[in-house]
């Protein structure tokens, strides 16, 4: 059975219970209150329990995790006046990540990985061209097109923009301005870095899910102090990840620690003007993924940025100082000391806005899964380097890392784009010739037998055959076998958590 660890010390010490890591959990707090090293601290923790650890680094100062800490006179102080028994300093196992794969190994998710549910979030898009973009998925999905990087979505778009009066029957009008729009966003996108995020090889989870050399769980540290500047395209990211999870790991119940936890820190910019059916969704996959042994702690300034549905599934809570210089102020620490199971012998309330820099309250679940009542407390100091690392220690880290070579190189292998040009540079000259009408012409055909000829084929003027998609895929179903390819050509609307499906 794993150990209660001691997490902050009060009028008595305040211990967390591994088996309710499941439960989730809350750090609010303004900002220079304390909130970082409270997130540190949890990390060590559950890494020494040999539990697995994901966080994003939006501030660029997670890298010391990875070093032994010691020289700090502050730290020094805060462990002799609580009196920590045992306490060493240490380093940890850290795997550093980075999308742009400059701080960290290259972090990818294919088109068709992060369906069109999130990918409309991340494109800022409205409702109707919202709804374009899940019928273009669809066509793509029906017609075994894999969508992995800009360049498919971009030929799809295309594809169906100059067909679109073949599908409307089958999957509803599409809006030539709504197509136009997307595109436009899409290139917003790819001059954001979107061209870096999307392709392959794609990220495998179980990369994340490691343990050390001498047992620990590695800490996974994604640099996110660029990202931050795409906020949306932050909280796509992170909600992919999590429900890549849910989709991965099997329902295991309640064990005695959990098999991950995952931090999502700057949690606002998740629930900032995001649509209904997004939210219900995110409020699914908290609810259900306690079950798979994933622990999920959201980081924020106050607990008013969290919808209620998720804020009450957040059973370990710590709550830094907030500070209440106006009425609105005034009344969100009014509503988070409501969060809490009251104490008698303290007025959360008024403590909330007296707060030292890392004191906080807390408020754990007992071994019943139980909230204890509020206590006020000093979080315990972290055991690794405060300061981040230098640039050639993170890149010794990186070089080190079992995993280094496996993202760094791009994979390009044939997918929508390539095959929409080679159908469409097959059928042209063969509908030029049979017919005898000039190029020029011939552009301006039929829109249904160009589309016929590239999903189900053609035979070319002396009788020699070009296979379709549709034979295509079929040709290639043995090969795809095994090679992740069926999980790739479409997962709908992030798997079966958010309605789609795999193959």
Known sequence: MAEPFLLAQGTAPLHFMPKMANRHGLIAGATGTGKTVTLRVLAEQFSALGVPVFMADVKGDLSGLAKVGGGNPKIDERVKSMAVNGFSYAGFPVTFWDVFGAAGHPVRATISEMGPLLLSRLLNLNDTQEGVLHLVFKIADDNGLLLLDLKDLRAILQFVGDNSAQFTTQYGNVSA??????????????????????????????????????????????????????????????????????????????????????????????????????????????????????????????????????????????????????PRDQKAVKSAAETFRQNPKLDVETAISQLAVGEALVSLLDETGTPGVVERAFICPPRSQLPPLTAAERQQIIQASLVYGTYEKVIDRESAAEMLAARAAQTAPARVQSSGVPPSAAAGGTAGGALSSILMGSTGPRGGRHPGLVEKMASSAVRSIGSGLGREIIRGVLGSIFGGKRR
Do not use: C
């Not at 959201?298 to 969290?306: E, T, Y």
């Not at 009450?312 to 809570?317: D, H, K, V």
């Open 177 to 326: 301005a709504s197509i136009g729009a997307i595109q436009r966003n899409i290139l917003t996108l790819d001059q954001q870095g979107g061209e870096k995020f999307f392709g392959e090889p794609a990220m495998n989870l179980d990369d994340f899910m490691q343990t050390g050399a001498d047992g620990r769980g590695m800490i996974n540290i994604l640099a996110a102090d660029q990202l931050m500047n795409n906020p949306r395209a932050y909280a796509a990211l992170l909600l992919w990840l999590l429900s890549e999870l849910f989709e991965r790991l099997p329902e295991v119940g309640d064990l005695e620690k959990p098999k991950f936890i995952f931090f999502f820190d700057e949690a606002h910019l998740l629930f900032n003007d995001i649509p209904r059916a997004l939210q219900e969704k995110i409020e699914q996959v908290v609810r259900l993924i306690r079950s798979k042994g994933v622990g999920v702690y959201f980081i924020s300034q106050n607990p008013l940025d969290i919808p209620d549905k998720v804020l009450g599934q957040l059973g370990n809570r710590v709550q830094h100082a907030l500070r209440a210089f106006t």
